[in-house]
Antibody, heavy 122, light 110 residues
Framework: EVQLVESGGGLVQPGRSLRLSCAASGFTFDDYAMHWVRQVPGKGLEWVSGINWNSRGTGFADSVEGRFTISRDNAMNSLFLQMNGLRTEDTALYYC???????????????WGQGTMVTVSS | QSVLTQPPSVSAAPGQKVTISCSGGSSNIGKNYVSWYQQLPGTAPKLLIYDNSERPSGIPDRFSGSKSGTSATLGITGLQTGDEADYYCGTWDTSLSAGVFGGGTKLSVL
């Protein structure tokens, strides 16, 4: 079964850091670009960041550029999001998402995890 | 404020047809493929349409997509109560070098 399982979310104070992880299974991980998409509960979807299959290309939303870093470990079938300088507006459910393509720009997001909640609050 | 514009809500009766519009610009819909996602209450989004009009395996042909210029449309025929969900359009914005979504449309099947 194709599956993405996120972890690492939680409650964190403004200005602190958090690292999200995504474990992929059921498919050849390094055949696909991967992304993080977030959603404030009750609100719409926001693309956060994406990374090529070989890590040689990445992209970030303006809202997180310079604060977030995306990486992947193809040997471990894992995707990561390092979030530094967290702000209250980063509070959201973060989804790990598979792209239909191997590299950016994205074509479509065909597999979604269930998400991990990040709450930034003092 | 989303880069892509969708109506906040649409409604129709069971068995009827509904369309959801998605309006963008020359740097996003005008240049790239559009995809559509269905988000049932309390669940993660699911891909419904990719490459403007293609359906992944398992998606019934009641769902269809089209694109013209800088706008796209999702069509749903034979509405069922189980289709009640939020629907999002998405694409890549070449100028922003970023993925972009519409604000979402809530479908009510009355």
């Amino acid at each position: 079964e194709v599956q993405l399982v996120e972890s690492g979310g939680g409650l964190v104070q403004p200005g602190r850091s958090l690292r999200l992880s995504c474990a992929a299974s059921g498919f050849t991980f390094d055949d696909y670009a991967m992304h993080w998409v977030r959603q404030v509960p009750g609100k719409g979807l926001e693309w956060v960041s994406g990374i090529n299959w070989n890590s040689r290309g990445t992209g970030f939303a303006d809202s997180v550029e310079g604060r977030f870093t995306i990486s992947r470990d193809n040997a471990m079938n894992s995707l990561f999001l390092q979030m530094n300088g967290l702000r209250t507006e980063d509070t959201a459910l973060y989804y790990c998402v598979r792209d239909r393509r191997a590299q950016l720009p994205s074509d479509a997001f065909d597999i979604w995890g269930q998400g991990t909640m990040v709450t930034v609050s003092s | 404020q989303s880069v892509l514009t969708q109506p906040p809500s649409v409604s129709a009766a069971p068995g009827q047809k509904v369309t959801i519009s998605c309006s963008g610009g020359s740097s996003n819909i005008g240049k790239n493929y559009v995809s559509w996602y269905q988000q049932l209450p309390g669940t993660a989004p699911k891909l419904l349409i990719y490459d403007n009009s293609e359906r992944p395996s398992g998606i019934p042909d009641r769902f269809s997509g089209s694109k013209s210029g800088t706008s796209a449309t999702l069509g749903i025929t034979g509405l069922q109560t189980g289709d009640e969900a939020d629907y999002y359009c998405g694409t890549w914005d070449t100028s922003l070098s970023a993925g972009v979504f519409g604000g979402g449309t809530k479908l009510s099947v009355l």
